[in-house]
Protein backbone atom coordinates (compact mmCIF):
# COMPACT_ATOMS: atom_id res chain seq x y z
CA UNK A 1 0.00 0.00 0.00
CA UNK A 2 2.78 2.58 0.62
CA UNK A 3 4.16 1.80 -2.85
CA UNK A 4 0.82 2.39 -4.35
CA UNK A 5 0.97 5.95 -2.57
CA UNK A 6 4.85 6.14 -3.61
CA UNK A 7 4.53 5.50 -7.03
CA UNK A 8 1.33 7.89 -7.68
CA UNK A 9 3.42 10.34 -6.44
CA UNK A 10 6.20 9.47 -8.70
CA UNK A 11 4.08 10.09 -11.21
CA UNK A 12 2.11 13.10 -10.26
CA UNK A 13 5.96 14.46 -9.95
CA UNK A 14 6.78 13.59 -13.32
CA UNK A 15 4.43 14.97 -15.41
CA UNK A 16 5.17 18.48 -13.71
CA UNK A 17 8.59 18.12 -15.13
CA UNK A 18 7.46 16.90 -18.59
CA UNK A 19 7.69 19.76 -20.04
CA UNK A 20 11.83 20.25 -18.74
CA UNK A 21 11.80 16.51 -20.45
CA UNK A 22 10.39 18.27 -23.70
CA UNK A 23 13.28 20.84 -24.13
CA UNK A 24 16.09 18.51 -23.19
CA UNK A 25 14.37 15.69 -25.92
CA UNK A 26 14.22 19.35 -28.25
CA UNK A 27 17.81 19.75 -27.84
CA UNK A 28 19.32 16.34 -28.14
CA UNK A 29 17.50 16.95 -32.14
CA UNK A 30 19.94 19.71 -32.03
CA UNK A 31 22.09 16.73 -31.74
CA UNK A 32 24.62 18.60 -28.77
CA UNK A 33 26.00 15.83 -26.85
CA UNK A 34 25.91 17.46 -23.45
CA UNK A 35 22.00 17.19 -23.81
CA UNK A 36 22.36 13.16 -23.14
CA UNK A 37 23.65 14.15 -20.30
CA UNK A 38 20.84 16.33 -19.15
CA UNK A 39 18.38 14.17 -20.29
CA UNK A 40 19.30 11.60 -17.40
CA UNK A 41 19.29 13.88 -15.02
CA UNK A 42 16.23 15.65 -15.49
CA UNK A 43 14.25 12.38 -16.35
CA UNK A 44 14.13 11.60 -12.11
CA UNK A 45 13.10 14.22 -10.37
CA UNK A 46 15.16 14.72 -7.18
CA UNK A 47 12.56 15.95 -5.18
CA UNK A 48 10.61 12.49 -5.97
CA UNK A 49 13.74 10.59 -4.78
CA UNK A 50 13.64 13.06 -1.77
CA UNK A 51 10.22 11.88 -1.00
CA UNK A 52 10.96 8.20 -1.45
CA UNK A 53 14.33 8.21 0.82
CA UNK A 54 12.19 10.07 3.34
CA UNK A 55 9.09 7.60 3.10
CA UNK A 56 11.71 4.53 2.95
CA UNK A 57 13.77 6.47 6.11
CA UNK A 58 10.91 6.69 8.55
CA UNK A 59 9.17 3.30 7.46
CA UNK A 60 12.64 1.82 8.51
CA UNK A 61 12.75 3.78 11.75
CA UNK A 62 8.86 3.05 12.40
CA UNK A 63 9.15 -1.14 12.17
CA UNK A 64 12.87 -0.44 14.55
CA UNK A 65 11.19 1.75 17.11
CA UNK A 66 7.76 0.76 17.34
CA UNK A 67 7.16 -2.61 18.74
CA UNK A 68 3.41 -3.72 16.90
CA UNK A 69 2.42 -7.68 17.58
CA UNK A 70 1.41 -8.74 14.57
CA UNK A 71 -0.15 -12.24 14.91
CA UNK A 72 -0.36 -14.26 11.92
CA UNK A 73 2.31 -12.12 10.34
CA UNK A 74 5.89 -11.96 11.53
CA UNK A 75 5.49 -12.78 14.91
CA UNK A 76 4.14 -16.20 14.63
CA UNK A 77 5.75 -19.10 15.01
CA UNK B 1 0.19 -1.39 9.80
CA UNK B 2 -0.33 1.57 12.11
CA UNK B 3 3.04 2.91 10.32
CA UNK B 4 1.53 1.98 6.90
CA UNK B 5 -1.88 3.75 7.65
CA UNK B 6 0.04 6.95 8.96
CA UNK B 7 2.81 6.57 6.00
CA UNK B 8 -0.11 7.05 3.64
CA UNK B 9 -2.59 9.19 5.46
CA UNK B 10 0.76 11.89 6.04
CA UNK B 11 1.73 11.75 1.97
CA UNK B 12 -1.66 11.87 0.82
CA UNK B 13 -2.23 14.81 3.11
CA UNK B 14 0.93 16.94 2.65
CA UNK B 15 0.80 16.33 -1.06
CA UNK B 16 -3.13 17.77 -0.78
CA UNK B 17 -1.77 20.62 1.46
CA UNK B 18 0.76 21.85 -1.17
CA UNK B 19 -1.22 21.58 -4.05
CA UNK B 20 -3.96 23.77 -2.64
CA UNK B 21 -1.55 26.08 -1.82
CA UNK B 22 0.63 25.61 -5.27
CA UNK B 23 3.55 24.85 -3.78
CA UNK B 24 5.55 21.90 -4.21
CA UNK B 25 6.02 18.91 -1.91
CA UNK B 26 9.19 18.68 -0.57
CA UNK B 27 9.85 16.97 2.87
CA UNK B 28 12.40 18.55 5.25
CA UNK B 29 16.49 17.02 4.53
CA UNK B 30 16.91 14.45 7.23
CA UNK B 31 20.41 14.54 8.42
CA UNK B 32 22.70 11.40 9.18
CA UNK B 33 20.21 8.82 7.39
CA UNK B 34 22.86 6.63 7.91
CA UNK B 35 22.09 6.03 11.31
CA UNK B 36 18.56 4.59 10.85
CA UNK B 37 19.72 1.71 8.43
CA UNK B 38 22.29 1.15 10.52
CA UNK B 39 19.58 0.53 13.86
CA UNK B 40 17.55 -1.28 11.29
CA UNK B 41 19.87 -3.30 10.45
CA UNK B 42 20.40 -5.75 13.40
CA UNK B 43 16.66 -5.99 14.13
CA UNK B 44 16.00 -6.95 10.53
CA UNK B 45 18.60 -9.87 10.99
CA UNK B 46 16.81 -10.42 14.17
CA UNK B 47 13.06 -10.14 13.87
CA UNK B 48 12.72 -10.17 9.93
CA UNK B 49 14.68 -12.45 7.74
CA UNK B 50 13.86 -16.29 8.25
CA UNK B 51 17.07 -17.73 8.07
CA UNK B 52 19.24 -15.53 10.76
CA UNK B 53 16.36 -15.01 13.34
CA UNK B 54 15.91 -18.69 13.63
CA UNK B 55 19.75 -18.84 14.59
CA UNK B 56 19.76 -16.46 16.95
CA UNK B 57 19.05 -16.83 20.56
CA UNK B 58 16.66 -15.29 22.65
CA UNK B 59 19.19 -14.03 25.33
CA UNK B 60 20.84 -12.09 22.43
CA UNK B 61 17.56 -9.91 21.50
CA UNK B 62 17.31 -7.77 24.68
CA UNK B 63 20.77 -6.74 23.38
CA UNK B 64 20.22 -6.25 20.04
CA UNK B 65 17.22 -4.48 20.32
CA UNK B 66 17.82 -1.97 23.02
CA UNK B 67 21.05 -1.03 21.43
CA UNK B 68 19.82 -0.36 18.21
CA UNK B 69 16.64 1.91 19.49
CA UNK B 70 19.62 3.98 21.34
CA UNK B 71 21.07 4.24 17.79
CA UNK B 72 17.83 5.48 16.45
CA UNK B 73 17.58 8.00 19.46
CA UNK B 74 20.46 9.27 18.56
CA UNK B 75 19.22 9.93 15.11
CA UNK B 76 16.30 11.23 16.53
CA UNK B 77 18.85 13.95 18.52
CA UNK B 78 20.55 15.08 15.55
CA UNK B 79 17.34 15.68 13.98
CA UNK B 80 15.32 17.05 16.62
CA UNK B 81 14.22 20.21 14.92
CA UNK B 82 12.24 18.68 12.54
CA UNK B 83 8.55 18.58 12.08
CA UNK B 84 7.51 15.38 14.32
CA UNK B 85 11.04 13.92 14.47
CA UNK B 86 9.92 14.77 18.30
CA UNK B 87 7.05 13.01 18.62
CA UNK B 88 8.25 9.76 16.98
CA UNK B 89 11.49 10.49 19.61
CA UNK B 90 8.80 10.39 22.34
CA UNK B 91 7.50 7.53 21.45
CA UNK B 92 10.99 5.64 20.82
CA UNK B 93 11.66 6.94 24.51
CA UNK B 94 8.31 5.27 25.38
CA UNK B 95 8.73 1.94 23.95
CA UNK B 96 12.50 2.40 25.14
CA UNK B 97 11.52 2.50 28.79
CA UNK B 98 9.08 -0.32 28.91
CA UNK B 99 11.13 -2.45 27.34
CA UNK B 100 14.18 -1.71 29.10
CA UNK B 101 12.10 -2.01 32.62
CA UNK B 102 10.71 -5.59 31.25
CA UNK B 103 14.28 -6.99 30.65
CA UNK B 104 14.45 -5.99 27.22
CA UNK B 105 11.45 -7.47 25.76
CA UNK B 106 8.13 -5.33 25.16
CA UNK B 107 5.64 -7.18 27.00
CA UNK B 108 2.13 -8.53 26.26
CA UNK B 109 -0.36 -9.95 28.26
CA UNK B 110 -2.18 -13.52 28.01
CA UNK B 111 -5.17 -11.13 27.58
CA UNK B 112 -4.40 -9.31 25.28
CA UNK B 113 -3.83 -12.51 23.13
CA UNK B 114 -7.14 -13.51 24.57
CA UNK B 115 -9.35 -10.94 23.20
CA UNK B 116 -7.11 -11.19 19.78
CA UNK B 117 -8.39 -14.96 19.55
CA UNK B 118 -4.43 -15.91 19.52
CA UNK B 119 -4.82 -19.86 19.45
CA UNK B 120 -3.40 -20.27 23.22
CA UNK B 121 -0.92 -23.20 21.31
CA UNK B 122 1.08 -20.22 19.90
CA UNK B 123 2.31 -18.90 22.95
CA UNK B 124 3.21 -19.42 26.64
CA UNK B 125 4.23 -17.80 30.03
CA UNK B 126 7.19 -15.97 30.01
CA UNK B 127 7.95 -17.26 26.59
CA UNK B 128 8.92 -15.19 23.82
CA UNK B 129 5.44 -14.96 21.28
CA UNK B 130 6.87 -16.29 17.99
CA UNK B 131 10.01 -14.12 16.52
CA UNK B 132 8.61 -10.68 17.48
CA UNK B 133 10.30 -8.59 20.25
CA UNK B 134 7.23 -9.39 22.62
CA UNK B 135 7.47 -11.71 25.30
CA UNK B 136 4.41 -12.98 27.11
CA UNK B 137 3.67 -11.87 30.53
CA UNK B 138 0.97 -11.62 32.88
CA UNK B 139 -0.15 -8.24 33.90
CA UNK B 140 0.38 -8.45 37.09
CA UNK B 141 3.94 -8.45 36.59
CA UNK B 142 4.78 -6.45 33.89
CA UNK B 143 5.90 -3.24 34.75
CA UNK B 144 4.93 0.05 33.56
CA UNK B 145 1.91 -2.10 31.58
CA UNK B 146 0.01 0.93 30.46
CA UNK B 147 3.16 1.72 27.81
CA UNK B 148 2.90 -1.98 26.96
CA UNK B 149 1.19 -3.84 24.12
CA UNK B 150 -2.28 -2.66 25.57
CA UNK B 151 -3.91 -1.32 21.81
CA UNK B 152 -5.38 -4.01 19.78
CA UNK B 153 -6.41 -4.23 15.87
CA UNK B 154 -8.92 -7.04 14.70
CA UNK B 155 -10.15 -6.65 11.72
CA UNK B 156 -12.23 -9.54 11.10
CA UNK B 157 -10.03 -12.06 12.49
CA UNK B 158 -7.90 -11.38 8.85
CA UNK B 159 -5.06 -9.00 10.85
CA UNK B 160 -4.77 -9.15 14.18
CA UNK B 161 -2.01 -6.49 16.15
CA UNK B 162 -1.31 -5.65 19.64
CA UNK B 163 0.11 -2.31 19.31
CA UNK B 164 1.85 0.23 22.76
CA UNK B 165 1.18 4.34 23.27
CA UNK B 166 4.99 4.47 21.97
CA UNK B 167 3.73 3.05 18.54
CA UNK B 168 0.79 5.36 18.50
CA UNK B 169 3.43 8.49 19.22
CA UNK B 170 5.62 7.40 16.29
CA UNK B 171 2.91 6.80 13.95
CA UNK B 172 1.42 10.62 14.54
CA UNK B 173 5.29 11.65 14.25
CA UNK B 174 5.48 9.91 10.77
CA UNK B 175 2.36 11.64 10.32
CA UNK B 176 3.25 15.10 11.34
CA UNK B 177 6.75 15.02 9.10
CA UNK B 178 4.92 13.85 6.10
CA UNK B 179 2.00 16.15 6.30
CA UNK B 180 4.59 19.27 6.90
CA UNK B 181 5.94 18.70 3.65
CA UNK B 182 3.36 20.39 1.93
CA UNK B 183 3.35 23.66 3.96
CA UNK B 184 4.52 26.53 2.35
CA UNK B 185 8.42 27.46 2.51
CA UNK B 186 7.65 30.04 5.11
CA UNK B 187 6.40 27.68 7.37
CA UNK B 188 9.37 24.91 6.96
CA UNK B 189 11.54 27.69 7.85
CA UNK B 190 9.02 27.86 11.50
CA UNK B 191 9.20 23.95 11.83
CA UNK B 192 13.13 23.88 11.32
CA UNK B 193 13.16 26.20 14.51
Not at chain 1, 45 to 71: E, H
Not at chain 2, 21 to 26: F, L, P, Q
Not at chain 2, 79 to 105: D, E, P, S, T
Amino acid sequence: MPYLVLAIVIIVECRETKSKNHIVIGEIEMKKLSTLKDLVVTKVNPNVIRIAIAVVSLVLFALAAGAPDAMGGVGMK
Amino acid sequence: MIFAIAANFGLVAGIIRAKKRSTAYTPSVLKHLWIVFLGFLPQFFVFFLPVTREQIPNQWVPVILIGSQLLLLLFVWLNRKQAGIWLMGFGLILNLIVICLNNGWMPISPETLDQLQVSSNSWQLWQRHGFSKDMVIPVSDTRAWILSDVFKINLFNFYKVAFSLGDVLVAGGIFTFLWSAGAPKSLHKEYAK
